[in-house]
């Protein structure tokens, strides 16, 4: 059979994994990257595709997303999950195991992988669960389910309240040389708040959840990584003191990366003023300090990557008041917009410092295939314009649920064109 080639012409690659970000062609022959070079030859019958005024970068990754398949599949399926991240332009995605039932055994694991597999969108990953059924008193078979196809493990959605149970489950997954992902919150300090703990929610009326439910957590689990030498990924970090914790771990050689997500360092508990339950998160949207402490995070890289948290709910379900609504948005459709309008935009991070996060990185922590345009590596990639404005219509998106804190905001950076494996799963109107 001859080879499928394609070439991408006029375009800027940024490509951090080579730290390179230069004006250049790039040549996909049979799904993996062959060359990158000015003036590049395409061979005979290769499809050319002219990106000229655009980016050609990795393919983004997003290490913590909620597809709800099984169990809510009125919210969002594997193959909706994985059209709503390629329309994002990511290529690869991380699936929690909160689903019902849990993401704790090989069946459920090889069902992730089936479903991911015939969505022919974004590779989907699944993590598995650290503890069966997510109850926090047993651990599940890291052997099997690393075997099955579970790049790492976590309760998410779940604090591991047991500090034993998370050294245990740090020691053991050292065997198979996976990250513990870990949702950080005291659920006895957390219990029945729905927004910060603050001036905004006293007013509201609102129970609140303190920056110390989650700092807690956080230094807890920087001391176990500490004392196991295991590797943590703490997930949606939201306070200025999770930050400096962090920052603190690092320093002392832990093994701990963290996230942050573009509603933790765009908005603040101010958002939940009108009672919207599109604002509604856990955890929750912060204050103007935890937010600049985000941004800092990610500029002197305390944290790694960026990650959407995307969460998608039914319309019925976001309905209800804002005690009884579910906390969770959808992300995968906005991250990239809201990272180049309030980082780039704003000279927070340069763009090749954003991929680097939000592709680059991912890749390296989760051990994941992609990432970078090396000769050789899979043909996964996103093709942006930078400059173009849109406006957020959550009517338009790809994603079966609507539940975004971004509708009607513009947003600068659109997707283009998104291809894994040197064929095009996404392209723009």
């Not at 590797?231 to 320093?251: L, P």
Request: proline letters at 5%; a negative charge; charged letters at 25%.
């Amino acid at each position: 059979m001859s080879e499928r080639s394609t070439i991408f012409t006029g375009g800027r690659v940024i490509d951090p994994s080579q730290e390179l970000d230069t004006a250049s062609d790039l040549l996909v022959v049979d799904g993996k990257v062959a060359e990158i070079g000015k003036n590049l030859t395409a061979p005979d019958e290769a499809e050319v595709i002219d990106v000229s005024g655009l980016i050609v970068a990795p393919g983004l990754i997003d290490v913590h997303v909620h597809f709800r398949e099984p169990g809510m599949e009125e919210a969002e399926t594997v193959a909706t999950g994985a059209r709503a991240a390629v329309a994002g332009g990511f290529t690869g995605v991380c699936v929690m195991p909160n689903t019902d039932p849990v993401t704790d055994n090989q069946a459920a694991v090889g069902f992730i992988v089936k479903q991911g597999g015939d969505a022919n969108a974004a590779r989907v990953y699944p993590i598995a669960a650290i503890t069966l059924q997510q109850l926090g008193e047993r651990l599940s078979e890291f052997g099997e389910l690393v075997a099955a196809g579970a790049v790492a493990v976590s309760d998410d959605g779940r604090p591991v309240v047991s500090s034993h149970m998370m050294r245990t489950a740090l020691e053991y997954a050292q065997t198979f040389g996976i990250p513990i992902v870990d949702h950080c919150e005291d659920p006895s300090l957390a219990a029945g708040g729905v927004m910060h703990e603050g001036l905004v929610s006293s007013r509201l009326g609102l129970k609140g959840i303190p920056s110390a439910a989650e700092e807690i957590m956080v230094a807890r689990d920087a001391l176990l990584a500490e004392l196991t030498e295991g590797r943590v990924h703490i997930c949606h970090v939201s306070t200025e003191g999770s930050v400096e914790i962090i920052r603190q771990a690092k320093s002392r050689g832990a093994r701990i990366t963290a996230e942050a997500t573009p509603h933790h360092f765009t908005l603040t508990d101010m958002a939940c003023e009108q009672y919207d339950t599109n604002t509604k998160m856990n955890p929750p949207l912060r204050e103007d300090h935890d937010v600049a402490a985000v941004i800092e995070g990610l500029k002197d890289g305390t944290l790694d990557v960026i990650a959407t948290d995307h969460a998608p709910h039914h319309y019925e379900a976001k309905e209800r008041d804002f005690d009884d609504a579910p906390f969770g948005v959808v992300g995968l459709e906005t991250a990239l917009g809201v990272g180049i309008s309030e980082l780039v935009d704003t000279k927070q991070l340069s763009l090749y410092d954003l991929i680097h996060c939000m592709s680059t990185k991912p890749a390296r922590i989760f051990d994941l295939p992609g990432g970078g345009l090396s000769g050789g590596s899979p043909a996964d990639l996103v093709v942006f314009d930078p400059t173009r404005l849109w406006i957020v219509d959550e009517a338009k998106f790809l994603s079966k649920s609507r539940n975004t804190p971004f509708s009607g905001r513009e947003l600068s950076g659109a997707v283009v064109r998104t291809v894994v494996a040197g064929m095009t799963v996404f392209e723009a109107d």
